[in-house]
């Protein structure tokens, strides 16, 4: 079965059953010169920076695939209350992390 991961305290439709506690997954990338360049120049006639949207949406998918996998490990069928957030953690590199809670669901 695929996990389920929800950013809602509950799963519609279905009973939690037991929360089995924190999980989480995380990503750091750091900048592309090459990237840098290209943004630079969107930078000034202005627009999406799609280098780094796309570098981001990498990360996010990165730490999503994580948090399920140890999810899937204590036995989860589900994720709720799930967040995001990103920081800045040194000069042109940035972490994004993923967290909620695991759960086991009632049929």
Do not use: N, W
Not at 20 to 43: E, M, N, Q, T, Y
Not at 49 to 68: F, G, I
């Amino acid at each position: 079965m695929k996990q389920l991961l929800f950013t809602t305290d509950d799963v519609p439709g279905r009973r939690i059953g037991k929360a089995l506690g924190l999980v989480r997954g995380s990503s750091v990338r750091s900048r592309h010169f090459g990237r840098d360049i290209g943004a630079f120049f969107k930078g000034i006639v202005g627009g999406e920076l799609d280098e780094y949207t796309k570098l981001l949406a990498e990360a996010r998918e990165q730490a999503l695939d994580r948090l399920a996998d140890e999810a899937r490990e204590m036995g989860a069928d589900a994720v709720v209350a799930l967040r995001f957030c990103g920081t800045e953690i040194a000069a042109g590199a940035a972490e994004v992390l993923v967290y909620g809670t695991a759960v086991t669901l009632e049929d």
